[in-house]
């Protein structure tokens, strides 16, 4: 097993615990600190022993011990911000752990055994709607295997609280449900500081990947006003909620912390502007499925979990453009073929 680096830093009073994470994202922070006399965690890392090992060891540094955590905020469900809670909940009972009412439920539907047949039907399913958009056979067959791969690492912890948009935790903490990067995903804001702790839905230099394809019937069902054909027009609609808060800290799930959270933003919102608008002109009276586009815009070389990333990406670019009829579709063959 090779070593984990990782790194304490405190700012304004946050603790920022740093740990690598074997994945593109390179490492995960967590954050540790005090309101209204309650030590606060956001975010729990990775489920790997030797990731625990060292958090714990790093949490001596702040001078914390896990015993001395009042309450866990989950941000998202993604496996590198949940892993902790089964070891938090078995060393430190008292502990109270609380995420967004959606990541409660996907948590659990997706670690609940029996729902695996379902689970693999759903991405079927959305693996046939892939070879549409020009996928392979082969490519196809994949997509099953990851997207029943990813639940079967999810741990589920029964959480002691579920949050909703609006909720006030600890008189000064706000709950922003800011779906985008996954569809339950929340940002903490510490309303005294002005302290953002984002989780992946802002970040420094790369902008969070914009993914929904696997949520449950029964929550597109109970959701049923949220526009789940265009994610990326609901992530930039969770950005300007952001954006009017008047951060003056993002805290981030990965990369550094962001000092200038409007300049950020603004990045984020004119890199996807840029891409609507190179979209749009690639396909200019060239109808091309949305894997061609992928390759003419991202290139030809790249690995496979890459080149599905490209596809996810400019697919979410080209449904928002559908949404407000910037471009049109026709069927060629069985696949989808895009134009503007
Ligand atoms: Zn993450």
């Excluded at 998202?76 to 995420?99: E, Q, T, W």
């Excluded at 230099?205 to 109970?222: L, S, Y």
Aim: aromatic share 10%; hydrophobic share 35%; charged share 25%.
């Amino acid at each position: 097993m090779p070593s984990l680096k990782s790194e304490v830093n405190e700012i304004e009073g946050v603790g920022q615990i740093k740990i690598d994470v074997p994945f593109g994202v390179k490492f995960v922070s967590s954050y540790i600190f005090e309101i209204d006399n309650k030590t606060i965690l956001i975010d729990a890392g990775l489920n790997s022993k030797s990731w625990i090992k060292i958090f714990l060891e790093r949490l001596k540094d702040l001078k914390k011990t896990i015993a001395d955590i009042d309450v866990c905020i989950i941000t998202h469900s993604h496996i590198d911000h949940i892993g902790l809670m089964g070891v938090l909940r078995k060393k430190n009972p008292d502990a109270k752990i609380y995420m967004h009412n959606i990541t409660q439920k996907i948590l659990e539907w997706e670690t609940d055994k029996s729902n695996l047949e379902d689970i693999e039907q759903q991405a079927i399913k959305l693996s046939h709607q892939f070879t549409r958009y020009g996928l392979s056979e082969d490519q196809r067959k994949r997509i099953v295997q990851f997207f029943t791969y990813w639940p079967k690492l999810r741990h589920y912890q029964k959480p002691d609280g579920v949050l909703h948009d609006g909720n006030i935790i600890l008189k000064n903490l706000e709950i922003i449900w800011t779906p985008g990067h996954s569809f339950g995903h929340i940002c903490v804001f510490n309303r005294d500081k002005k302290h953002l702790f984002s989780g992946d839905h802002v970040l420094s230099r790369i902008t969070p990947h914009i993914g929904n394809f696997m949520v449950p019937e029964f929550i597109t069902k109970q959701y049923n006003n949220y526009n789940f054909s265009n994610v990326l027009d609901q992530y930039l609609q969770s950005l300007d909620r952001i954006n009017d808060l008047n951060v003056r800290v993002i805290f981030p799930g990965h990369q550094e912390i962001i000092y200038n959270p409007q300049e950020r933003i603004n990045q984020i919102k004119d890199h996807h502007d840029k891409r609507l608008a190179d979209i749009s002109k690639v396909i200019k009276d060239k109808p091309m499925t949305p894997y061609r586009i992928s390759k003419i815009h991202f290139g030809e070389d790249l690995d496979e979990i890459n080149s599905f990333l490209a596809l996810s990406e400019v697919l979410g670019h080209l449904l928002y453009l559908e949404d407000k009829e910037q471009v049109k579709t026709i069927e060629k063959n069985g696949q989808i073929l895009y134009y503007s």
